[in-house]
Every structure is written in C-alpha cells, then in structure tokens.
C-alpha cells in the first residue's frame, strides 16, 4: 500500500517558477514508476512526467521547462516547473505504480498560471 500526498501548489504569473513534491508512505518506493499528470478544467487527465531509473520522459508540451527527479531515500519525487504558461494551469496528481501490481493516486495539487 502506497499513499501519495503532493504539495507546493499555488498562484504564480506566466514566466515564472513552481515545484512540486509528491511524498510517499509504504515500504519499496524505489520499486514504483511514479508519473506526474495534470487536469485542466473541462479537460481529460494528461501525462506530464515519468520517472523510474532510466532517463525521465516527458510530454512534448512540457519538454525543456519542466525537471522530474525523486530522491527514494526520503520516499519523494519533484517537479521543477519553469517558464510556466497559462496552459500550464491544472491539478496536478502523482500517480505512482508498479508493473503487474496496483496504481496509487495523490489527492492533487492545484496550479495557477496566469497571463
């Protein structure tokens, strides 16, 4: 069992910066892919990041401005968020999961990016 709980939300203008943070209970985090999504209003949930051991991945609309990265020793994973754009604006979840085994959702972080 893994509960998620993501933090750092908040107001910010269009240029500007925002981290993230996802915290994680349960034993052998390091064995979860964790994947960051957001949802903006009136829209479906979509893929920002994912992070295992490899190299992250990225959704093209957020490649070059947003660093996913997770520290398993203390059970967290961020994402730095820079030159943030209104479109960028959402609740944003960490979803984290395990192949063949369950997925777990945070609760979501709101973010606001205005013009």
């Known amino acids: 069992q893994v509960q998620l709980v993501e933090s750092g939300g908040g107001w910010v203008q269009a240029g500007g910066s925002l981290r993230l943070s996802c915290a994680a209970s349960?034993?052998?985090?390091?064995?979860?892919?964790v994947d960051w999504y957001r949802q903006a209003p009136g829209k479906s949930r979509e893929f920002v990041a994912s992070i295992f051991t490899g190299a992250p991945n990225y959704s093209d609309s957020v490649k070059g401005r947003f660093t996913v990265s997770r520290d398993n020793a203390k059970n967290m994973v961020y994402l730095q968020m820079n030159y943030l754009k209104p479109e960028d604006t959402g609740v944003y979840y960490c979803?984290?999961?395990?192949?063949?085994?369950?997925?777990?959702w945070g609760q979501g972080t709101q973010v606001t990016v205005s013009s």
């Open positions: 349960g034993s052998d985090f390091g064995r979860y892919v």
């Open positions: 979803n984290a999961w395990i192949a063949a085994g369950n997925s777990y």
